[in-house]
Structure formats: C-alpha cells, structure tokens
C-alpha cells in the first residue's frame, strides 16, 4: 500500500492548522503543520513534502509572500495553494502559487490539492 501524500500547512492561528489538518487527514493526506509566529517559521525540513497549504492572511511581520520566498528556497518544486478569504488569487502571491481556495470550502480545498498534485 501507497504511503499518502504529505500536505504542509502552514498558518499563524494554532486552532486553523488543527482544523485543516483534520480536514486534510479525513481526506487521505497525511498532514505536517508549520506555526507561522510574528517573524518566524520553523518548516519540518527533514520531512518530505509533495504539497503546501498557505493561508494568505498572516499576522506579525511575515507575509505570505515572505513565507512563499521561504517554502521556495527549501521546497523548490513543491506546490503551494493559497488560502484565503479573498475572492481570487492576490497579485502578489500568484507567482509563488499553483492554486487558489477560499476559506470554508473543505471538499474544495481538498479537490484542490488532489488535482494539483496530480498536474504537478
């Protein structure tokens, strides 16, 4: 039997990465969550990772654009959805991003990250 894929989620709110993680999990992924706090981010770089889920909306100093710069530099070719309450995908993430879902949208973001790991 296959291992399931990894998911990295990657949030500044400890009660969201449980909630996605949960999702995620439910959805047949195996879930790795990264605490974004105000200027720092611990990734689990010794583990392998085939997808990244990255809330838009972070407090602190780190941006999801700085976070995005990050999850590159470690995870080169690694998909990266965003996640928001926006309605579309903002301009300054997009050049980091393989995919857009809004928040509270479960069976989207998991279709989401199930289509892009197939394309990727």
């Known amino acids: 039997m296959d291992k399931p894929s990894t998911v990295l989620i990657v949030d500044d709110d400890p ?3 449980k909630i996605y993680s949960w999702v995620i999990e439910r959805g047949g992924f195996q879930s790795l ?3 974004v706090q105000s ?3 611990n990734f689990p770089e010794a583990e392998a990772v085939d997808l990244v889920v990255l809330d ?8 999801a654009v700085d976070v995005a710069k990050r999850l590159r ?3 080169p070719s690694v998909p990266i959805v965003i996640l928001s309450d926006l309605y579309g995908m903002p301009d300054d993430i997009a050049p980091y991003a393989s995919a857009f879902v809004r928040k509270g949208e ?3 973001l998991l279709d ?3 289509s892009t790991m197939r394309a990727a």
């Open 15 to 17: 009660s969201h990465l």
């Open 33 to 35: 969550s990264a605490l």
């Open 39 to 41: 200027d720092d981010v």
């Open 56 to 63: 838009y909306r972070l407090g602190g100093n780190l941006t």
């Open 73 to 75: 530099a470690i995870y």
């Open 106 to 108: 479960p069976q989207q």
């Open 112 to 114: 989401t990250i199930g």
